[in-house]
Nanobody, 124 residues
């Protein structure tokens, strides 16, 4: 099983920015970011195919969040801009070595490795 370690969460004011990092123990097919707000299920935010860097975004974050990767460091980043209070949640990265179809990129089902999560709080 892959090992994933997230970092970069914290408290930020509305309109601010944060960058999350996800260090992955080895090469994988895809890495995705999810979040879970209190009392809600996992929401897929963005994914990236590690071989070619192809990103996919949920409508809720398109234009505000940017996913990228550094294959030399086996690390995937989520740059979050123009943050809103409703972005408050625990953020998780997940990875899967098995290729999956594009419609499943942002579904939490089937991702075999998850990080421990990092809290992001957007508040004044």
């Amino acid at each position: 099983q892959l090992q994933l370690v997230e970092s970069g969460g914290g408290l930020v004011q509305p309109g601010g920015s944060l960058r999350l990092s996800c260090a992955v123990s080895e090469f994988t097919f895809i890495v995705a970011w999810f979040r879970q707000a209190p009392g809600k299920g996992y929401e897929g935010l963005a994914s990236i195919i590690t071989s070619d860097g192809e990103p996919t975004y949920a409508d809720s974050v398109k234009g505000r969040f940017i996913i990228s990767r550094d294959n030399a460091k086996n690390t995937v980043y989520l740059q979050m801009n123009r943050l809103k209070p409703e972005d408050t949640a625990v953020y998780y990265c997940a990875a899967d070595r098995t290729p999956r179809p594009p419609h499943a990129f942002l579904s939490p089902t089937g991702y075999d490795s998850w990080g421990q999560g990092t809290q992001v709080t957007v508040s004044s």
